[in-house]
């Protein structure tokens, strides 16, 4: 009786590792691809590879990707279409990057869509043009360098500031492309659709310049009213678009406007080194977009 027992325990013992060599010994004359196709679907085997050389899960959710077919376009479904319609955009703006003048103002764009991807606009707006602390500390520091008022030889421009031309009024048109629509998934919910645009052009502005006040004092700066004329311009836009309803957008835009100073300077104070002043106002705008 005690001899069965043992043999019973023995047995009860010995049956997992018996399985286990007969799964293994059933699973040694199989390739590993065999064996791969007993895997349930969405199981992961490490080691194991599957036709493509990649997990067997790849090849279980195998999904084959078909050219689309000729003629679809790029974007099936725009949410916010452009097309032959006019939009209006105004904002504040102000210069960034500046030297020795800053501007502040605003602007007003009218364009008219001729596609999804052109447009044509209209742009005017007003610019107030002040002195920075640099420039204060210059003329200080210089001991009013800068009033160019006489001409004495070749000496009438020593000392005098590049950069000191200032914008007051502007208006002109421009072209602008937007080949960039998007679309951005924020929080699983919210999408967020924009447009990417660029844009160049030119147009005539109000051109005025500062110069202190030398019968006050060397820091203190005046719009000279000798210095008061008409520029012509020519600018470079990028800009981007964020709808925020079916007929209203935000608009960040970033712009260069270049044009000619209305006086050279001399290089280096030298009286050989004469140079004609090219001015370029990089100006940020905010605003708002409605599309009519």
């Known amino acids: 009786m005690r001899l069965m027992t043992t043999l019973g325990l023995f047995a009860l013992l010995a049956s997992p590792g018996l399985a286990w060599a007969q799964d293994g010994g059933e699973g040694e004359g199989l390739e590993l691809d065999d064996r791969s196709a007993k895997v349930a679907e969405g199981e992961i085997i490490p080691g194991a590879s599957g036709s ?77 043009g002040s002195a ?11 001991g009013q360098t800068n009033t160019c008022q006489t001409q004495e030889g070749n000496n009438y ?16 048109p ?27 052009g030119a147009g005539v502005f109000g051109q005025g310049g500062i110069s202190p006040n030398i019968q006050v004092s060397p820091i203190d700066m005046v719009n000279d009213s000798e210095r008061q004329g008409i520029g012509v311009y020519g600018t470079a836009v990028a800009g981007l678009r964020i709808w925020a309803l079916e007929n209203l957008g935000i608009v960040v835009e970033a712009r260069d ?12 104070n030298q009286t050989s080194g004469r140079q004609g002043d090219v001015v370029n106002t990089w100006t940020m705008l905010f605003g708002l977009g409605y599309l009519n």
């Open 257 to 268: 406007m270049t044009y000619r100073g209305d006086r050279d300077y001399l290089e280096l």
């Open 52 to 128: 493509k050389g990649d997990s067997i899960y790849s090849d279980l959710l195998d999904v084959r990707d078909l050219p689309p077919p000729e003629g679809t376009p790029v974007l099936a479904a725009r949410l916010f279409p452009t097309d032959r319609r006019l939009e209006f955009q105004m904002g504040f703006e102000m210069s960034v990057i500046d030297k020795y003048v800053e501007h502040m103002g605003g602007r007003l764009n009218i364009g008219y869509h001729l596609s999804e991807l052109t447009v044509v606009r209209l742009n005017s707006g007003y610019l107030s």
């Open 174 to 200: 421009e072209i602008v492309f937007e080949p960039f629509y998007g679309k951005l998934n924020l929080v699983s919910e919210f999408a967020l659709n924009f447009d990417i645009y660029f844009g160049v």
């Open 157 to 172: 421009l020593k000392g005098c500031l590049p950069d000191t031309t200032i914008m007051s009024w502007f208006v002109g």
């Open 132 to 142: 920075r602390n640099l420039y204060r500390a210059a003329e200080e520091k210089g």
